[in-house]
């Protein structure tokens, strides 16, 4: 079905120059090749993009990449979105797939040649999300300081509401992202489909001891939207009955949270395989956040048998049910997420029955599913 890939960058993995670089940049390097693609298919629009990783070693950063300017993750994608709505008319597709926030450009060319568009819409709608994030910071001004920009400006907004108008289909990762979209876009133009659970792992066989405190782990960016606050609150509820171990990058300076930093276990970053393992060794994940499109470390966790606790926010309910993989509880609730744990820290036949159930969901949940599942929508949408 494959007529073009674009991206900013493609890595050859196969490169001589990949023993040049450093451990660091050959990791994010190696998360932008596409061996799947053939070569002759993938077109790059690489320089802005390269403009821009490097400036994280640069004093002008924030001069170059802040805001809208041109090395700006903004800037970098409205520049690419130009060059794929030039090639439209020299490729003439029967669709363009696009994302949020790049496909303007794109789709005001495909309209105007014929030619159908499709829209990934990943995450909340941005004026849901804002809403939501605004009313969390006059609620809990402690922590408002970890909540992502709220102030996008008027015209980038404006530019993706356009893109929805635009679209002949909408295809969305989860039933609360399609909720943020009721009264924007008609649910018959959006189409819901979720994300695949990698291949299932096998749970780390460890001795039964019944007194042990239970062993939650966190994975994501200690930020607001990701409901830490509400996770490190029902933590000190429980006390010695859990042990909190976090994984991910500090948003910005917090004194809550740099102080659980240093007196939990925190690791600032792993490479995949380790976040893989520590999902093995856990009896929970917790993913308390108030916003997210299709949270894919909830599928990773089920694929390692590990129950979840989550919000309806997460994007989740396709596959988390709850008390069979897990709990799901309301947003910004740290009394019920410590419920949940104490039930789970008291019950470890219950915990060892998730368990079984996260892993049967996630074999059926697979990202083989999710293709089969992607390609039927897009047919169905180009005969239609």
């Known amino acids: 079905m494959l007529a073009e890939f674009w991206t900013t960058i493609a890595w050859d993995s196969d490169s001589q120059w990949n023993r040049l670089l450093p451990p660091g940049l050959h990791a994010q390097m190696a998360r932008r090749a596409f061996p799947e693609v053939s070569k002759e298919r993938v077109k790059c629009v690489p320089w802005r993009e390269m403009v821009r990783l490097s400036a994280g070693f640069l004093i002008l950063k924030g001069f170059l990449c802040s805001g809208e300017r041109p090395f700006s993750i903004i ?34 060319r495909a309209k105007e040649l014929g ?34 920009n709220l102030m996008d400006s008027t015209k980038h907004l404006e530019w993706k509401d356009e893109e929805l108008r635009l679209a002949d289909f909408v295809f969305v990762p989860s039933e609360h992202v399609l909720h943020t979209l009721s009264g924007v876009v008609p649910d018959k133009r959006i189409r819901v489909i ?10 780390k ?17 200690l930020a607001q939207h990701k409901g830490i606050s509400y996770l490190l609150d029902a933590i000190d509820l429980l006390g010695s009955q859990v042990e909190l171990t976090l994984v991910g990058r500090r948003f910005r300076a917090n004194s809550r949270v740099d102080e659980a930093c240093s007196r939990l276990r925190w690791f600032e970053s792993l490479p995949h395989s380790g ?32 129950p979840v606790i989550v919000t309806p926010n997460t994007g989740s309910l396709e596959f988390v049910r709850d008390g069979r993989e897990g709990f ?27 368990s079984r159930n996260a892993h049967a969901t996630a074999a059926e949940k697979s990202w083989e599913s999710y ?9 169905a949408a180009l005969c239609s």
């Open 75 to 108: 800037g970098m994608y409205r520049h690419f979105d130009g060059k794929v709505a030039r090639r439209l008319e020299i490729i003439h597709p029967d669709a363009a797939y696009a994302y949020e926030g790049g496909a303007l450009q794109t789709f005001r």
């Open 115 to 148: 030619i159908r568009t499709l829209y990934e819409q990943p995450s909340s709608y941005w004026y849901w999300a804002r809403r939501l994030l605004s009313e969390e910071a006059e609620r809990n001004p402690e922590f408002a300081g970890l909540l992502p």
């Open 194 to 203: 979720s994300y695949g659970a990698p291949p299932i792992r096998s749970r």
């Open 205 to 221: 066989p460890s001795p039964r001891e019944p007194n042990r405190p239970l062993r939650v782990l966190f994975v994501g960016t």
């Open 275 to 306: 976040v893989l393992d520590l999902m093995q060794e856990a009896d929970v994940l917790v993913l308390p956040s108030l916003t997210e499109g299709c949270a894919l470390v909830v599928l990773e966790a089920l694929a390692c048998g590990l």
């Open 328 to 354: 799901v509880v309301p947003i910004c609730r740290s009394d019920a997420i410590a419920d949940r744990l104490d039930a789970l820290n008291r019950d470890r036949e219950l915990l060892a029955a998730m």
């Open 371 to 379: 293709r089969s599942n992607w390609v039927n929508a897009v047919r």
